[in-house]
């Protein structure tokens, strides 16, 4: 499509529980990229993908979080036991530039995260 | 509320007046540069781009300046209208392979009619 795609806009979950989240890149564009946004403030940078390898994971936390792109299908992002700060806004983006993701990156709508 | 811990630096100006926001950027290495739009509830929005070998690039009433010596970035917003109320962002970017974006804090711009 013509525009990054998240799913669900919001998901609530006990602490403990495991999220999945959703992304659709937009078509023809090649790199991923998942942010992080906690109070309106600023992103933290997850991970990125190109094409369906990882790209960039510095940002990940190690042990709860994972995230996959793989063909034909939306990436996801996962975190197993839901912590309280894993409350935040999720944003997926993706870029389109073959020599490298640094183009410009067009954000989805975000997906809200409530850990209870 | 989500206001604990929120302290945006906010520009407050009336519809029609010039607009200006600024960032100061962290990598002298960085090399592109971009200014997004976040309004409530949505995901940000790119403005407009600019690269390190140029200092200024304008859009539609909206003009970035780059001063690469003081590693700042500003973002003019000409006749500024309620519609620009929002948060902005500046984010900078390195083509050395280390390509994640960088965001600053934000800005957020309030515009009474």
């Known amino acids: 499509g013509e525009e990054v795609a998240q799913t669900p806009k919001h998901l609530v979950r006990g602490e403990g529980q495991k999220a999945k989240l959703y992304c659709a890149p937009i078509k023809g564009h090649s790199y991923v990229f998942w942010y992080q946004q906690v109070l309106k403030n600023e992103f933290k940078f997850l991970i990125s993908?190109?094409?369906?390898?990882?790209?960039?994971e510095t940002g990940m936390p190690k042990e709860r979080f994972s995230a996959k792109c793989l063909p034909n299908s939306p990436c996801s992002l996962e975190i197993q036991a839901t912590k309280l700060e894993d409350s935040a806004v999720y944003f997926c983006?993706?870029?389109?530039?073959?020599?490298?993701?640094?183009?410009?990156?067009?954000f989805g709508p975000g997906t809200r995260l409530t850990v209870l | 509320g989500e206001s604990v811990g929120l302290h945006l630096p906010t520009l407050s100006v009336q519809e029609g007046d010039n607009s200006i926001i600024n960032c100061a950027y962290s990598?002298?290495?960085?090399?592109?540069f971009i200014w997004y739009k976040q309004e409530s509830g949505k995901g940000p929005q790119f403005i407009i781009d600019i690269r390190s070998n140029m200092d200024k690039r304008q859009g539609q009433r909206v003009t970035v300046l780059l001063n690469k010596t003081v590693k700042h970035l500003s973002l003019q917003i000409a006749a500024t209208q309620p519609g620009d109320s929002a948060v902005y962002f500046c984010a900078e970017n390195m083509n050395s392979g280390y390509s994640t974006l960088t965001f600053g804090k934000g800005t957020m711009l309030l515009v009474s009619p």
């Open positions: 990598n002298s290495a960085s090399d592109y």
């Open positions: 983006a993706s870029s389109h530039n073959q020599e490298g993701p640094t183009d410009t990156q067009y």
């Open positions: 993908f190109q094409n369906e390898n990882v790209f960039d």
